[in-house]
């Protein structure tokens, strides 16, 4: 199971590539489950062995909020495919079984480099805790990344109204 889900991962992030290359100006986000040092080496391995010139970023999002976390389970069990034809009991928990596995492997993104191609870089990070209440951004520089910055720290569980205001001519 687990080459199989390395396999699985390596194929969208292929496709991910093929999509960014069509057209200049492309962001694509890898959103697959890189909890450990080796899997972000590996990411960024296969990445510099694409000879694309991509920046990369790696995201990281903490929740120790209780009332976020539940918020997010909330949200995640009303509109994933995931748990649309399990009854919520059941649904809930898996979720909480989900998480539970990646709490045991679980690797918090603390390291400054990364070996890429046999040489030390220095690596990018953006941390999100509890859905931007704390956001650390790490060796984040350029247009791009700091155009993705502030996207990320809007994004919230939940709705809410969003009120747009047009400033009359003067």
Not at 78 to 96: F, H, I, N, Q, V
């Amino acid at each position: 199971a687990v080459s199989r889900r390395e396999e699985l991962a390596m194929q969208v992030c292929h496709e991910m590539l093929t999509w960014t290359r069509e057209r200049e100006g492309r962001i694509a986000v890898f959103d697959a489950t890189n909890t450990t040092r080796a899997r972000r080496a590996a990411v960024a391995n296969w990445l510099a062995q694409s000879n694309t010139e991509l920046g990369v970023i790696f995201l990281e999002s903490l929740c120790n909020d209780e009332a976020v976390l539940e918020a997010n389970v909330q949200q995640k069990l009303a509109k994933s495919p995931d748990y649309s034809k399990l009854d919520y009991t059941a649904a809930r928990e898996d979720l909480c079984q989900r998480i539970g596995h990646y709490e045991k492997v679980y690797e918090p993104l603390l390291e400054d480099t990364i070996v890429v191609k046999g040489k030390n870089l220095n690596i990018s990070y953006i941390k999100l805790v509890n859905f931007a209440s704390h956001v650390v951004a790490h060796n984040i520089y350029g247009r791009v990344a700091t155009q993705v910055l502030p996207y990320l720290m809007a994004l919230h569980v939940g709705c809410r109204p969003v009120w747009l205001v047009r400033l009359p001519h003067g």
